[in-house]
């Protein structure tokens, strides 16, 4: 039961800006809550800032019609009006990165295909260069790629919630991930994806869920096998796309005994995935042996990136900048082992004054004995304002009060 219901102010720098192209703000998708008054650029049900169920229509009979007679209109059209256009987004709120943080596909606009600009120079006539100007900015990406990229870094600030449960697919029935069904349900609304392998997607996952699915791709050892690096992929693209996947994600083990394989895996799984507009996470694993300092992660994620990973989950370490400045493409900082909640908010907050886009968090939220509060605070950094105290007060509040 919720029974926070007044606003934290949390809300503050998190809400939206009215629309400037004359739409309405429940026509542009914008969510509102009434208790905190204010609205927001969301997909999730609840209000971040107190919980209350947010309203997606206007409350007035006239406003409804209106939202009606535009919602009627043919789908395509619906669908430009709705594809978000990178450029016209307000900034990344803060905590701010030291160093810009890198907006999805900015990098492979200059250098992996020159569509975007092969079609504003061939174009000839007025109106058409007039309807490119009005086209969504896919930053140099196919419009499926770009996005589903979108739907895991969100455009609007740029920032990346993912919630990580894939743990099993190596470790079999992790300590509190035993029933997949139960720990992801509560968890669902308040992430921007879930991170997951296909069979925990296909028995614990509810198919009406509008959350991205990040799905794992590669495995094949496991904790008491002989080595853990020894990984291939498992999972065709094929049935990643029936399973509606918004991206893959696969390990790299650089500098392991199985490097080249997991390397080469990567390299072929990007040519494949891209093929039908599916980006690529690659995962720079340490397994058992290898260490987690700026000199290897950034080894590791550069050569992730060379590959054409579109997006790279990496460990926060000292130094974490000069990770995220040598890697051209989006970091994701993964939690690591279960550590105190408010060490684990300040890991959050550094990973993205690092530049890091966000983190794909598992065992420090589900092992919390608060996942809902954890998860709402590491939330309140990611796409709020709070630093890890204010966010950790936020959790001993909602832990209390839930
Ligand atoms: C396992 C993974 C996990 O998804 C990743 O480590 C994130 O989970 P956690 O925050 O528990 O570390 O990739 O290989």
């Not at 594809?83 to 900015?106: F, I, Y």
């Not at 308040?190 to 198919?207: A, K």
């Not at 550590?339 to 092992?367: F, H, K």
């Not at 939330?379 to 959790?395: E, F, L, P």
């Amino acid at each position: 039961m919720r029974s926070v219901l007044e606003c934290k102010q949390l809300c503050d720098d998190s809400k939206a800006s009215k629309p400037n192209d004359g739409r309405g703000r429940y026509e542009a998708g914008q969510r509102r809550c009434n208790t905190c008054g204010v609205f927001f650029d969301t997909a999730n049900m609840h209000c971040q800032c107190c919980g209350t169920k947010l309203r997606t229509k206007p409350r007035s009979k006239a406003g409804k019609e209106r939202l009606a007679t535009i919602n009627s209109r043919p789908a395509a059209t619906a669908a430009e009006a709705a594809a978000p256009n990178p450029a016209e987004t307000r900034p990344a709120p803060a905590p701010k990165p030291k160093r810009g943080a890198k907006t999805p596909g900015s990098r492979p606009q200059k250098s992996r295909d020159g569509n975007a600009t092969a079609t504003t120079t061939t174009t000839t006539t007025a109106a058409k260069s007039a309807a490119a100007a009005r086209g969504p900015n896919l930053g140099g990406m196919d419009w499926g790629l770009a996005n589903r990229m979108a739907s895991i870094i969100r455009p609007e600030d740029n920032r990346a919630l993912m919630l990580a449960v894939d743990h099993g697919y190596f470790l079999g029935p992790t300590e509190r991930l035993e029933e997949p069904d139960r720990v992801i349900a509560p968890l669902l609304e308040y992430c921007d994806s879930l991170m997951l392998t296909r069979g925990v997607q296909r028995t614990s996952v509810p198919p009406a869920t509008r959350t991205p699915m990040v799905l794992r791709v590669s495995g094949g050892s496991s904790i008491i096998g002989e080595d853990l690096s020894r990984e291939d992929v498992t999972v065709s693209v094929q049935d990643a796309i029936r399973l509606n996947a918004s991206a893959l994600a696969l390990s790299i083990f650089v500098g392991s005994k199985y490097e080249y394989q997991t390397i080469a895996n990567l390299g072929r799984l990007v040519g494949q995935a891209q093929e039908y507009g599916i980006p690529v996470l690659a995962v720079t694993a340490v397994g058992k042996e290898l260490g987690k300092d700026a000199r290897y992660l950034s080894l590791a994620c550069r050569i992730a990136a060379e590959q054409g990973a579109h997006i790279v989950k990496t460990y926060y370490c000292e130094d974490f900048e000069k990770v995220t400045r040598s890697c051209p493409v989006p970091i994701i900082v993964a939690g690591g082992k279960k550590i105190p909640e408010r060490d684990a908010l300040e890991l959050t907050y550094n990973s993205i004054r690092g530049g890091a886009v966000g983190v794909d968090m598992g065992r420090n939220i589900w092992q919390s004995d608060h996942p809902v509060a954890m998860i709402r605070a590491v939330r309140s950094i990611v796409h709020g304002t709070n630093d890890a105290d204010k966010a950790y007060r936020m959790y001993l509040d909602l832990a209390k009060s839930g």
